[in-house]
């Protein structure tokens, strides 16, 4: 008899691991979501096989439980799972981006015996839905795993095999460790972007040109503030202790930042970013960590009719998955400068191959 995997929530990232649950196992995914336009989309594309909108009944057959919406929410239908009769060998987790209140709130089902390990898969995509579901959406991804204090070594293996499909990295740590490590690579640099953009828009209130001028890199360095803001308030909300830490000595690098501007000092301003450019530079290029990696490609460009089409053309036949198509750099007569944004490494790379073999020059900016 197949087991019974229930996904609390159909969104991008509860169907992304359902798929690659499936890749592996011969399973019966069954969904729950209060947005039953979700769970028809996700029955009709064969993401979940089947669906409901009877918690208890589906909770109680479950061998497994992934909560895949807002930790707001998962710690709303933990409490309510407490009160069923679960399977006594039911693993039950998560996907948020915080992991104390979750785990501090997953010990009404622990102490009732049940396994709660908390999970955060760090990848996603800028698209939403059961319907931008991808198998390799977590391939070569960290994914974490925050055990509860009495979990034992082959219920982490257990839940590690029914993820095994994700092809993700795997990294067991407490929930205090989780979230201070995602404070510092990325919470706070989602504050820090979101404060860039709301200076220039105060800028912009009184000069126009600044708007325009910040279309190029500003616009790309501050990708992240994009981000759902629901997302963001749950996750500020749910991380404050740490985020206010690292605002506080934000502040102080701030100060220091600004007597070293005012000192004028040649040598201790070039040692500054000699010091940030050498440990930028020596980060893992390919690695996947707390905020997606953006895969984008750039090609020169011949101003003339049917170029974009062409090059789109070439990537079609090839398979290759587009998320954003940008014109950097456009003047008559003029090669001009596409930015092509990809899904994957692997998307890339054959994007660059397939242009290459077609005459375009391509390059890659790291």
């Known amino acids: 008899m197949k087991k019974n995997v229930l996904l ?14 499936k890749k592996v196992h011969d399973v019966n995914i069954i969904g729950y979501d209060i947005n039953e336009k979700q769970l028809e989309i996700g029955k009709r594309i064969q993401v979940l096989d089947e669906i409901s909108v009877q918690l208890k009944d589906c909770a109680e057959k479950a061998h497994l439980i992934i909560f895949s919406c807002p930790v707001e929410e998962s710690i709303k239908y933990i409490h309510k799972l407490s009160e069923y009769e679960l399977k006594n060998d039911v693993i039950l987790t998560d996907v948020g981006s915080t992991k104390s209140e979750i785990m501090r709130h997953s010990k009404t089902l622990t102490d009732k015996g049940y396994c709660f390990i908390g999970g955060h898969p760090m990848a996603g995509s800028h698209k939403t839905g059961i319907e931008s579901a991808k198998v390799h959406l977590f391939e070569n991804a960290y994914f974490i795993l925050t055990p509860s204090k009495n979990t034992k070594n082959d219920q982490i293996d257990e839940l590690k095999e029914w993820l095994k499909g994700t092809g993700s990295h795997f990294v067991v740590i407490d929930e205090e460790t989780h979230d201070q490590i995602t404070g510092v690579v990325s919470h706070f640099p989602h504050l820090i972007a979101s404060n860039l953009v709301k200076q220039v828009k105060t800028y912009a209130k009184d000069e126009p040109l600044v708007t325009a001028l910040a279309a190029g890199g500003f616009r790309d360095i501050t990708r ?34 600004y007597q070293l501007v005012e000192s004028q000092d040649k040598e201790d301003i070039f040692h500054y970013f000699k010091e940030s450019k050498d440990f930028r530079d ?81 390059y890659i900016v790291s």
């Open 282 to 362: 020596n980060m893992p290029a390919k690695a996947n960590g707390a905020i997606p990696s953006y895969f984008d490609l750039y090609v020169d460009v011949l101003d003339r009719v049917g170029e974009l089409a062409n090059i789109t053309t070439i990537l079609s036949i090839h398979q290759v998955s587009i998320t954003n198509l940008r014109i950097i750099e456009s003047r008559e007569g003029l090669p001009g400068v596409l930015r092509i944004s990809l899904q994957t490494e692997n998307d890339r790379e054959k994007a660059e191959k397939f242009l290459n073999v077609n005459g375009y020059e391509t």
């Open 224 to 257: 992240i503030a994009s981000s759902s803001p629901k997302m963001w308030t749950d996750i500020v909300i749910q991380n404050k202790d740490t985020l206010l830490s690292l605002i506080s000595n934000w502040i102080d690098d701030m100060k220091q930042m």
């Open 8 to 21: 609390i929530g159909t969104g991008l990232i509860g169907g992304s691991i359902a798929l690659a649950i």
